[in-house]
């Protein structure tokens, strides 16, 4: 029987030869090789850039960010994601974009339960999150494998190995999702027991056996551990306890603030109240199980130090069955200066769908809300549990062949995130068969944590000059 095909229409989608031919077009205005160059802008002063950011944070917050931040080049390398936004708007580019993570460093990786309760390995941070040029991200990885790696005092090859198979990964990874079903790199995943898998015979046995402690311990990371770690009853009303100033009560908030308590905890429950229409139906349903007894303000992170992070904790049927929320402040996306403004009016329902988009399973609690008049302006959060099993992994004191499995995990999984987001069959054309894009990428991730130390030097030289104030340990 013979077959026509239908009529071309201006709402086709291009074929996959035209998506192939696309990606290797790509190449002439970026060549693979091109990734390797790096040459900070003069006008790029990255100080003066994470300045920009603490006008708008909490201002007795400010120094504990930039105490974490001095700690090593590495926490500086965490605490930096603008200024490195910065440097990689001038660094070559495809046009192929995805929705790019923002902060995809490795240490925003790590493992959560998933709705059906299930330990999955996923990107865990979206604060950053935004349509952009896909190669941003795998820079920020890679980079912050080789800062880890001279942390951990690698050689110069040992490093640049570690580097080299990430790339790969992601490069091989782009490729196996170009030849998938749309649908099945929709589903594609990596719970834990498909990680112990795919890589128990390439680290050691205490490597193996660290992997099961940390999963254990990310088992107990769930409400009841947070209500154990963060609660107890005095007066005989549970409560959050203070832990200043990491931790600061409502109330003692309010009176350093000088805000009428009674007002803040009424703007607070708007809060919750307002977020809950952003929740689906049938998890509206779930949040109402569930009454509000005590909030608290958190300091979370290292680069998010000083914004808005409240934890607030409910109770459904007794003491025994408690939910602990997170409402985080979100603000501009640091790649936004240089992709474009998010086309949402709501920055934290720019981190949620971008969270959505590129996650295979999220949290069942994920939402967002816009506040207005809150502490005289106006700010917007997206809320999340603040434990759900989750845990990340101890990259200090790992051996190389640990660090560059790791390293491959991260890379696998940013692949499947941009696979989902953007066109994939053009990315594997342009990466192509040969190991021309990982050599480029290395190069680059050595020449940034270069740079990146030269940064964390120069932050310590303005904190001991006391331009910049700083407060360690906390």
């Known amino acids: 029987m013979t077959t026509t095909a239908p009529a071309k229409t201006d709402v086709d989608q291009p074929t996959r030869e035209e998506r192939a031919a696309r990606g290797k077009a790509a190449r002439a205005v970026a060549p693979r090789s091109s990734h390797a160059e790096f040459t900070r802008d003069p006008a790029v002063d990255p100080l003066a850039l994470l300045a920009q950011q603490d006008a708008s944070r909490v201002p007795g917050l400010v120094p504990i960010r930039y105490g974490r931040m001095a700690v090593s080049p590495f926490t500086y390398y965490r605490g930096a994601a603008l200024p490195m936004a910065a440097d990689l708007a001038s660094t070559p580019r495809s046009g192929l974009t995805v929705q790019a993570c923002g902060d995809a460093h490795l240490m925003n990786f790590g493992v959560f339960a998933s709705p059906e309760r299930r330990l999955v390995f996923d990107i865990n941070d979206f604060d950053e999150t935004l349509p952009g040029p896909w190669e941003w991200d795998i820079k920020r990885l890679a980079a912050s494998l080789e800062v880890a790696a001279r942390e951990n005092g690698y050689t ?241 004191g790992m051996k190389p062949a640990a660090l560059q499995v790791y390293g491959r995990l991260c890379a696998w999984t940013l692949a499947r995130a941009h696979a989902r987001t953007g066109d994939v069959v053009a990315l594997a054309a342009y990466l192509g068969s040969r190991s021309v894009f990982e050599e480029a990428i290395a190069s680059f991730a050595s020449a940034y944590a270069d740079q990146n130390e030269k940064d964390h030097t120069e932050l310590l030289s303005a904190i001991t000059a006391g331009k910049i104030a700083a407060i360690a340990g906390k």
């Open 156 to 396: 110069v090859q040992q490093c640049r190995s570690v580097v080299l198979a990430a790339g790969a990964e992601y490069r091989r990874a782009i490729r196996g999702f170009a030849a998938s079903t749309a649908l099945a790199v929709w589903y594609a995943h990596a719970d834990v027991d498909t990680v112990r898998a795919m890589y128990a015979d390439q680290i050691g046995a205490g490597r193996r056996r660290k992997l099961a402690r940390n999963v254990a311990r990310a088992h107990t990371k769930d409400n009841l551990g947070a209500l154990r770690r963060f609660a107890s009853v005095t007066d005989g009303r549970l409560r959050i306890n203070p832990d200043p100033p990491l931790i600061e009560r409502m109330e003692d908030l309010a009176g350093a603030e000088h805000q009428d308590p009674d007002q803040l905890w009424a703007q607070l429950i708007g809060v919750v109240k307002a977020y809950r229409g952003s929740l689906e139906p049938e998890r509206r349903a779930l949040l109402d199980r569930y009454r509000v007894v005590d909030m608290a303000h958190k300091v979370v992170g290292v680069g998010s130090v000083g914004t808005r992070c409240w934890m607030v904790l409910l109770l459904g049927n007794d003491e025994s069955d408690p939910l602990f929320l997170q409402a985080k402040e979100a603000g501009r996306s640091v790649l936004a200066p240089y992709a474009g403004a998010s086309r949402y009016g709501n920055e934290g329902r720019r981190v949620v769908v971008g969270q959505r988009l590129m996650q295979t399973v999220s949290d069942v609690f994920l939402g967002w809300v816009r506040v207005e008049g809150f502490d005289g302006r106006t700010r917007d959060f997206y809320v999340r549990q603040l434990r759900d099993w989750k845990g990340s992994a101890e990259t200090e």
